[in-house]
Structure formats: C-alpha cells, structure tokens
C-alpha cells in the first residue's frame, strides 16, 4: 500500500511515511485508496485482541511480513503491558450505553493502544528503509501521549525522544508521570504556552529544511510520535472494531446492527480511527465528536466554520484543551471526497485567517454522519457525580465531557440505538475534578485525595501510579514557547 499527503504531492511507501511522520508539504499521510473490504462480524468472532491487530495492521503496512507483524503485536499487547487480558474491556453501563474501556495499558490512557505497538512499527520502518541515522522523536503532549509515548520509546536503541508539554496545562497525574519517567534516552520539558504553542513549534522544525539540514549533519533524523503519524492512527482502528464484536458477543447487539459512538475529542485522532473503522465495515451510524468548552470542534461540526481565533480555556479535562486539531486535516481529507485541492484551499484558509468553512452542502454531507456538541467543567463533574451515584461506575473528565454531551443530545442523536462511549483514560488520573465529583477536599495531596476516593469507591489504586508515587523527580526544566527551536538544536548537538 502506497501513501499521500492530505495536500496532493507524490506517493510514499508505508515504511517511508512511518518514519517521517510528516509530508515533506506539510500534509498528513493518507493510504493512496483505503483497503477494499467490508469486514464482518462472522470474518471476526473468533480472533483474539492480538489477531484481530495482526488482520488490521496488515491492511496498513504492506511491507510486513506475517512474522515481523505477529512478532510486533505480541510485543505490544500482553500481560506486560495490559492489565486486562481482553485489552480493551467493553462496560455495558445500562441497555443504552457501554463504555470501551481504553485505559487499562502502562499509562492508564487510551494512548497506550497505538504507543506500545507503534515503537516496534517505526524500528520495522526504519529497518526496510535501511536508514542509518538515529531518530529523534519531538511530541506535543496536552497530557497523556507525552508519557505513553516516553513509556514506548524509553531505552530503545538508536532512538532519542523529546516531549513537550504546557506548564500548568495537565493534570498533577499527568505532570507526575512524565517528570519521573525512566530512560536514558528521554527528555521532557515544560513549556509556557498552550499545546497549541507546541505543537506548532514541532511542525514548524519538521518543514523546516534548514533543519533538516542541521539534523542531517548529526546524523539525526525527525520522527513523531502523535497522531499524526499513520504508525499511531490505524492501531487505534482496531479497537473500534473490537467494541462492535464484543457488542455482539455479549448480546447487546446483532451482527450487523448499527449502533453509535461518542468520543471525547481534542487532536481528532481517537475518533478519526473510528471513522476508518466504519469505512472498513464497522457498522457504525452515527460519530459525536464531544469537546469541553475548546470547543472548536463542535462549533465546526454544527456550523460548518472551523474557527480558532478565540480564547483558550485551561479545563478540568486537559488533553482535550486544543484548538488545533491535527488529524481534523485527514477528516476534511475524506469529508471533501478525498479532493486534496478543496483540502489545500481549506487549510490555507485556516492557516492564513485562522478559520475555515465548508459549504452548505458540504456540511449536510458532514452531519449525516458526525455532530459535535461540548460541555463545560461543571457540567463534566456533574456527570461523574451523576454516573457514580446511580451506577457506581466512576468517569475520569474527559469520558464525562462524552457523557455529559450524550446526555445532552435529543434530537441530533437516535437514542433507541446502544451508544459506546470511548472512556480513555483511569478516574485516578484526574484527582482534582473526582474529588470535586464526589463531594471531597479537592485542595489536599493528589495521592492523599485518591486514598480516599479508592475507600470510598473499592476502587484500588493502580500499581502504576504507586511506582510513580515512590519514584524521584527527574526533570524540572521550563522553556518559553519561543525557546522550543533553539532547544532542540541544542539538544541534537549534544545527543552523541
């Protein structure tokens, strides 16, 4: 399978757009033409997490072998890495909602189920490429790809990696995990901006030829890490597709009925893996994209305009404060009819004005599939008070934004039709807005608040965030937005 930029230019190998991450044009890589097949449930009853990964990841990286990819797989998703042996456990919450539980890896955080493969893709990638120089990873953390990501990379030969995340802009959690990271080839550094601030700086060094250039003579070479990049995207496609089977197992669904998904959204990577499942055959109705009170993303999918001159608003569910949406690209890819002109014209238009629009009949297109709707901080610790008190089923933030949007929803969404809500990441990582939820001291010290919310709930404390507890600090460095650049080079220079 050959690869495109989202912005037109020529045709890349699978392995080629792995390791670079990035078009040389700026755009995102997109398979030349998505694979034909119409996956069923009768295709997929009887395959494992693992060979269901194997079937998907061999639709998307043609280059594989069977061996290399079962090999990867079975690195990736194991008993070392997920608590739960079914990897992502479906909750049936009441006969109208489930929640795919995508936080049961090494972090906690939906993340986890693209970053512990995709390190064993890129090695693959750089292997077929035959490229000799260490890669550099730079990443945009706005929470929890940052720590996945170091967890992944963290003492992998010939692999250096570098996360950039917003002072003040993650949770305690969030900001403990990456600063106590283990790995001698990791570094991490907080930033006084916004994610947006970083991630603009990082594309800004991917296009940037001069330093390229600079990487180059030190033998380095850039890769990434978020979701821009395909190794990150397709492994997320695959547990979409084992909700819909699961669903139909445990006898919530029949095969081939249709049912709908609500994902909190922020870099539209989560739910755009989603929407290349449905195009694989998922039998998905209908996308709600759930923001916070970001919410660019729902204002675009009621409205048609994509607007991010606004204010940004620091929330109780940080990774989704982001008005920049990097996969948001690869969407308008395929919402346009794959019209990588109308693509150029648009992001232009967002990256000169700060906002795009789509036509009227480009948007009726758009919302027979996908709405968008938003909810603010109280009303997401609403919700997670709500649901634990009636279920006593406990929501990080960011699973209540989507529950809270759901619940807000009458006319735009079929709720005859079961729902799944993505829950991407563990309740103890967000202490602050659980301890407000359920009625506790939210000024006392994080791990003191979760000792009390796992004697109140029966909820134990995840081993993970016990070693973090006990583990020393190990980087405290703070740069300004504007340092971003200089910093890396410096950081090049002395890799060696």
Known sequence: MNYKSTRGGELQSSTFAALHGLANNGGLYIPENLPDIKLSYEDLKDLSYQELSEKIIKLFFTEFSDEEINQAVNNAYNSNTFTNEEIVPLHKLNEKISFGELFHGRTLA??????????????????????????????????????????????????????????????????????????????????????????????????????????????????????????????????????????????????????????????????????????????????????????????????????????????????????????????????????????????????????????????????????????DDKATVKAIKGVYNEYKYLMDPHTAVAYAVYDKLDKELDKNIHTVIMSTAHPFKFPIPVAEALGLNKEKDPYEILEEVSSITGIKIPEKLEEIRKSEIRFSKVIDKSEISDFVKDYIKNIK
């Open 110 to 375: 939906f993340k986890d189920l693209a970053l512990s493969l995709f390190p064993y893709l890129l090695l693959l990638s750089k292997e077929k490429q035959n490229e000799k120089k260490d890669i550099l990873i730079l990443t945009a953390t706005s929470g929890d790809t940052g720590k996945a990501a170091l967890e992944g990379f963290k003492d992998i030969e010939g692999i250096n990696i570098v996360v950039f995340y917003p002072k003040n802009g993650v949770s305690p959690m969030q900001e403990e995990q990456m600063r106590k990271q283990k790995g001698k080839n990791v570094e991490i550094v907080a930033v006084n901006g916004n994610f947006d601030d970083a991630q603009s700086a990082i594309k800004t060094i991917f296009s940037c030829n001069d330093f390229k250039k600079y990487a180059e003579e030190h033998d380095i070479m850039f890769s990434s890490a978020n979701s821009i990049n395909i190794g990150r995207l397709f492994p997320q496609v695959i547990y979409y597709i084992s909700a819909y089977v699961n669903l139909v197992k445990n006898g919530t669904l029949k095969a081939g009925e249709e049912f709908n998904v609500v994902v909190p959204t922020g870099n539209f990577g989560n739910i755009l893996a989603g929407y290349i499942a449905k195009k694989l055959g998922i039998p998905i109705r209908k996308f709600i994209s759930a923001s916070n009170k970001n919410n660019v993303l729902s204002d675009f999918f009621q409205t048609g305009t994509y607007d991010k001159n606004r204010d940004f608003y620091m929330t109780n569910s940080p990774s989704m404060d982001i008005l920049l949406s990097s996969n948001f690209e690869r969407y308008l890819y395929y919402s346009t009819g794959e019209n990588s002109k109308r693509v150029n014209e648009l992001i232009n238009s967002l990256l000169s004005d700060g906002k795009l629009s789509v036509t009227s009949e480009e948007l009726a297109n758009i919302q027979k599939e996908f709405y968008g709707e938003f909810a």
